[in-house]
């Protein structure tokens, strides 16, 4: 595997439903961040993981749970989701923690909530 | 003050025609500007990014022009080819690792 992987590529569930997103990096990057892409929406950032401590939680509901283990992996866990929130989530990875680094993205978990 | 705004939605071109996309910003912090290239079923990948030191960058048949006192910049695809056929978001930072992002633009560039 190269880059940055994500599983599953897609993933139904209720409302109800309790699920996790998985992201691996395969680049040695130190920092990394979850993103939500909604069909003519800016991509929305989520959650930031700096040599694995949280840096950001951008005002994000509590029904998303960011876990990042170690530099490498990262999840999302999603438990009674709103259809509002079917969308494309991104995982992507830098080294280093200015924009400037540039960011790699993974290929997205493309979720829908029923 | 941290939206930035791009245009048009959409694009569609003729292969080797020019295609230009806009951006503005209103930040006068934001001092890094990438443009992002994202094919169907991938996530969006880096394809050239500029600072507010230089007017413009070019690479290949990717051009950004960038006017610091209109806070716009724009990307030009030069010689458009079906395999630019894409969504290109422009983003914008200051110094720290926030990018915003614009809405995006769908290319697609007939043969």
């Known amino acids: 595997e190269t880059g940055v992987t994500q599983t599953p590529r897609h993933l139904v569930m209720g409302m109800t439903n309790k699920k996790s997103l998985k992201c691996e990096q395969h680049l040695g990057h130190n920092a990394m961040y979850w993103y939500k892409q909604s069909a003519k929406k800016p991509l929305e950032l989520m959650f930031v993981y700096n040599f694995k401590e949280q840096t950001e939680n951008n005002s994000v509901p509590s029904r998303f749970s960011p876990e990042c283990p170690n530099s490498s992996h990262l999840f999302l866990h999603l438990h009674t989701l709103q259809p509002e929130d079917s969308a494309l989530y991104l995982c992507?990875?830098?080294?280093?923690?200015?924009?400037?680094?540039?960011?790699?993205f993974g290929p997205g978990t493309r979720l829908t909530v029923l | 003050q941290q939206q930035v705004k791009q245009s048009p939605q959409s694009l569609i071109v003729q292969k080797g025609g020019i295609s230009i996309i806009n951006c503005a910003y209103e930040n006068t912090a934001f001092d890094y500007f990438p443009w992002y290239q994202q094919f169907p079923g991938k996530g969006p990948a880096l394809l050239i990014a500029?600072?507010?030191?230089?007017s413009e960058k070019k690479e290949g048949r990717f051009t950004i022009s960038f006017n610091k006192s209109a806070k716009q910049f724009s990307l030009h695809i030069m010689d458009s080819q079906p395999g630019d056929s894409a969504t290109y978001f422009c983003a914008a930072s200051g110094s720290n690792y926030k990018l915003t992002f614009g809405k995006g633009t769908l290319l697609t560039v007939n043969p």
């Open positions: 500029i600072r507010p030191d230089v």
């Open positions: 992507a990875s830098s080294q280093g923690f200015m924009a400037y680094n540039e960011q790699f």
